[in-house]
Structures are given as C-alpha cells and as structure tokens.
C-alpha cells in the first residue's frame, strides 16, 4: 500500500488534468514550498529576470535601426545630440550599453536562480530522506531500495533543471512573444496578423507532441529506475555473484533492460526530431513569407511600411519564432519536473512510523515481555500466517531462548518486539504495556539487537560502535569493545579504532563484524537485548570467544536468544520450540530433556555431530 505509484498505471488520470493547464503547474506546488523560505531572494532574482528580458527586446528595435538607418557615419552632423537614433554611431554605442546592461542582469539573475535552487534543494533532499528513513518497514518491503534512491536522485535533477533555469526560461519566452507581438502590431498590423496566422497552429502541435514526448519520458524513468536498481543488486551482492557465476545472467538481465530503454528512447527521439524540423519548417516558411510580403509593402512611392520597421519586423519575428520553437522543450521540461514533484512529494507526504504510530507512552522499560496469543502475517502476504496464537512470558532479566527450524518465525517475533509491524490479533507486551502504546522511539533506544547478518556502515569501526550510543566517549567506546572481545582484533590494525571498514574500508570476518555489532549492542546497555544467531558465523575457537562476550552482554538484562547450537543456550530460563509458527514446546532444558520430544531429539542430533 506504501508503494509509489507507477506513472504508466496513471495515464489515465493524467490525461484527465492536462486539459487545465493551470492546474498542471499549481501540481509543481509541492516545490514552491520550499522556495518560500528564500522568497526575497527569488523575487530580487525575477526582478532581474524581468529588466534582461526587458532589455532583450530592446535589441532587435535598435538592430533595425542600424540596418534600416540611411545616415552617412563619416558626417557627423548630430543635431539633437547624442540621443539622436537616426545616427549610426550612437545606434551601435547604444547596442553596446544594452549588451553591458543585459549582462550585468543576466548573471546577477542566473547566481540568484542557481543559489535559490540549491538552498530548496538541500531542503528538499535532506526532507525526503528524513521522510523515508521514518518510513515504516512495510514501504522497504514494497519499495526496491535501488529504484527509490535512484528515483529520488534522478527527480531531484529534474527539479533542479526547472527551478534554476527552465522556468525563468519559460516565462523570459512568453515575454519575448508577448512584448514582440505588441510590437509587431505597432510596426504594421497587417504584417502582424499574417504573422500570427502561423503561430497558433505551431502552438497547438506543440501541446500534442508534448504531452506525447512527456509521456515517453516519463515511462523512459521507470526504466532507467529499474537498470539503476539491477546494477546495486548485482554490485551489492556481487560476491554472490560470482560465486554462482552468475555474472552472464546479471548482463542479460541489464541487456534486456537497456534494450528497452534504448528503444523506448530512441522512439521518443523520432518523434522529438518530428518536432523539431517540423518547427524548423514552420518557421523558415513563415519568414519567408513574411520577408516577402514586407518588402512589398517597402515598395512604392508611398510605402505602407519604412525600411527600418520591414528591419525591425523582420528582426522580432525570429526572435519570437525561436521563442515558440524553444517553449515546447521548456514546457516539456516543467511537465517532467511536474512528474518529479508528484513522485517526491508522494514520499514527503506519505505517512511516516512517526505518523502512524499513535503511542506515547515512555515508562522506564524494565524488560518483562509478553506475547498473548499473537497471530501475525507480513503486510504483503497478508493470506500466510507467519505466527499463529503465540503465547509466552518471561521476567525482568531472565533469557529466553528460541530454536526451530528455518523459516518457523523466530525472527519475526524479534520484528514484532522493536515494533516494526502490527500484529493481526493478540497482543505484544512489554512490562505489561502494549508496544503499541509505547513511543516507539523510546521503546528502541532501551533494546538493542545483534541481528542475523551485521551490516558495518562505511566509516571507521570506532562509528560503527558508537552507532549504539551516538554520544559515547572514547573510553567507553573502547571499554564496549574490550567486553565484546573485539579489541584484540581492532588493535592489530594499524590503524585501531580509526579503521575505515565497510564498502570503502577493509571488509571484516562474519566474527569480527558479529563481535562489532556485540560492542554495539553493549554500549547501548538496553534492558532487553536481542540476539538473532549471534555465533552462527564463527568457528569453535571464535565462538568461545564470542560465547564469552555474550555472556558479558547478557548479565543484568531480559534477553532472547534465537540460536542452532543448542549448547549456546542451555541455561536459558525458557526455551521455546517453535515449527511453522506454532509452539510446539515449552520449558527449561532439562524439561524439556524430560519431554523426549522435538528439542531431546535435536540435542541429541548435536551431540553426535560434535
Ligand atoms: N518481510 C517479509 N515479508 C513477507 N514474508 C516474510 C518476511 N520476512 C519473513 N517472511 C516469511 O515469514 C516466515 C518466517 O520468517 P522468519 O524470518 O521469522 O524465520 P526464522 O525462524 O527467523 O528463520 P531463520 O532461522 O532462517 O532465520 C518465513 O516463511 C518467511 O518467508
Ligand atoms: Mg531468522
């Protein structure tokens, strides 16, 4: 349900809302928003825009003159001084001032454009990470990971693109047209009119193959989104990958996809290249025809039109014409960063945990947890129970431990203790308080966990341990490794603490990672502590040494332990024997011993084995 939503699947909709136009650009809304902490400056920056457009049409008034001028430069007679246009020499320095003017405007409206953008779009990037960080676990479930940060980073180019130049691009041509038909009018209506016979139809094609060329565009996104999200995939696993040599599979499935793209694109080229020579023809056609109906009314004794208004004329009318050309690739432009936006703001404004998780309660948690006939299913496959009526209990630092087969919903019930999901029925208690009600983020910061597989951020290892408590000082930092039996190893690196480990750094062991995450977890000092396999990736020797950490992790707090090797939890207060969601038994080792059922078969498997 948290899923973006495809654009290809709203076509329909969009369609629908083209016809108002207006509406179109109010949907870019989403981004004004965080243009409004800068809007002095936005608006100094559109003054600016304002007096180098202005300027702009200027420019081919004055051009006009000095083509059309018939006054001899070698005689200076310069009756009405220096303002006197019909002078040659004063034409051209006043063209100079226009370009030195226009230029000053120009670059004081591009450096306030461009700071405005980049100030909204570090609110913006900064926004929609804080926003899906926050996101419930359920949006990672039906989001791929690679689509949405390629998604989010190729929208937030799009807007870039619009907010620092296309739209003041935009607006500066609808200024040129409109400015320079006024003026053509002035010039010679007659010529005007034939003018804008041509115009409106070049308009109205515009619309159609924009809107097309948009939509193209717009499937070409998802496209790129998915190769983007194909080569994390192969990258990130790449150990994987090669080692099922599966590289050729990896290429052939970016190949098809690439393919696809090329096409899709080079479809939307075709027609782009429609556009632009059927532009192309409109335009030389119209002034040509336009030239040519000038020129005849320049004829005669008693011309209707002077040899510097046919200039001039002639002069706005390209201009307008490339401003016309250019306005469907701007409002293409603005049409994508429309799309941008919805895309961004369909994450900024999708319900966060934050949002959706009403509770508030921040009682000390002292660590007592409860499961009352919990039944459960994940959110995408809501037809699977993954826990069905689980009940257990356990007291303020006891150990509880889990064994059972893969799949049978150990670590979901981890998931439901940190409060990633809702359960279906029953209830999930920690010191008799539903985890509902908790303030989640008071609830986490008094759990910790040594997860299934550790992931180790790109930083150094002293980071990766103060990930636990963010305001750790050294010593203790260096006192949590100690415990965690991490330190011998961390010492023997050159560069200790400061080790860069991670995608940039040296890659760690599956024990050395574990016993990270061990000193992570310890600095922490939660009052329930979560370990997920935490000595299934080591060797007998190391997992002594890890056995001994745990030991220091686990005194003076409630712990579970999900564990294979059932020597790891022997003195645990209560073993639970869990089967494809149920409970299939309850009870210390040495009852369970007694039993002879499932977990005395399972020891006794173990002791043969070792
Ligand atoms: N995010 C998820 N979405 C849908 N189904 C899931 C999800 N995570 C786990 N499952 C399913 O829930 C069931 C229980 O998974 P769980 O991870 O709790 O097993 P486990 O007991 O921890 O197994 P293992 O010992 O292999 O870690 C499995 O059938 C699994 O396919
Ligand atoms: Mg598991």
Known sequence: MYQIKRMSEGTKDHEKKEKVPNKSIFRLSGIFHYLRPYAFMYFIGWIFLVLSTSAGLV?????????????????????????????????????????????????????????????SLRDLRNDAFSKMIFMPMDFFNTNKVGELTSRVSSDITQIQETLRTTIAEFFRQIVIIVGGISFLFFISWKLALIMLATVPVMALIAVFFGRYIRRLSKEAQNFSAQSNAIVEEALTGIANVKAFTNEYFNIKRFSKNTQELRDLNVRSGVWRGLFVSFIIFCLFGAIV??????????????????????????????????SVGSLPDLYASIQKAIGATENLM??????????????KQKNEVKGQIEFESVRFSYPQRKDMDVLNSISFKIERNQTLAIVGASGAGKTTITNLLFG???????????????????????????????????????????????????????????????????????????????????????????????????????????????????????????????????????????????AHRLATIRKADK??????????????????????????NLVSLQLLDS
């Open 420 to 562: 990633f999901y809702a359960v279906d029925e029953g209830r999930v208690l920690i010191d008799g308080v539903n985890v509902s009600d908790y303030d989640l983020n008071h609830l986490r910061e008094n759990m910790a966990i040594v997860p299934q597989d550790v992931l180790l951020f790109s930083g150094s290892i002293m980071e990766n341990i103060r990930f636990g408590l963010t305001d750790a000082t050294n010593d203790q930092v260096i006192t949590a490794a100690k415990l965690a039996n991490a330190w011998e190893f961390i010492e023997s690196f050159p560069e200790g603490l400061q080790t860069e480990v991670g995608d940039r750094g040296i890659q760690l062991s599956g024990g050395q990672k574990q016993r990270i995450a061990i000193a992570r977890a310890l600095l922490k000092n939660p009052s329930i502590l979560i370990l997920d396999e935490a000595t299934s990736a080591l060797d007998s020797e190391s997992e002594k040494l890890v056995q001994d950490a745990l030991s220091n992790l686990m005194k003076d707090r409630t712990s579970l332990v999900i």
């Open 289 to 322: 025809f336009i030239v040519w109906q000038g020129l005849l009314m320049t004829q005669g004794t008693n011309p209707e039109l002077s040899k510097e208004g046919f200039y001039q004329f002639v002069l706005f009318t390209i201009m307008m014409g490339a």
């Open 346 to 359: 369909e994450i900024i404004n999708g319900k966060s945990e934050l949002e959706l998780h009403t509770g």
């Open 575 to 600: 073993i639970l024997v869990m089967q494809n969601g149920v409970i299939e038994e309850a009870g210390t080792h040495q009852e369970l011993m007694d039993l002879k059922g499932n977990y005395a």
């Open 59 to 119: 420019f081919p008034y004055l051009m006009g003159k000095l083509l059309g001028t018939t006054v001899n430069p070698s005689s200076p007679s310069m009756p009405s001084g220096f303002l006197d246009l019909n002078n040659v020499t004063n034409v051209a320095i006043a063209l100079f001032v226009l370009f030195g003017v226009q230029a000053l405007f120009s670059f004081f409206r591009v450096v306030i454009f461009n700071n405005v953008t980049e100030n």
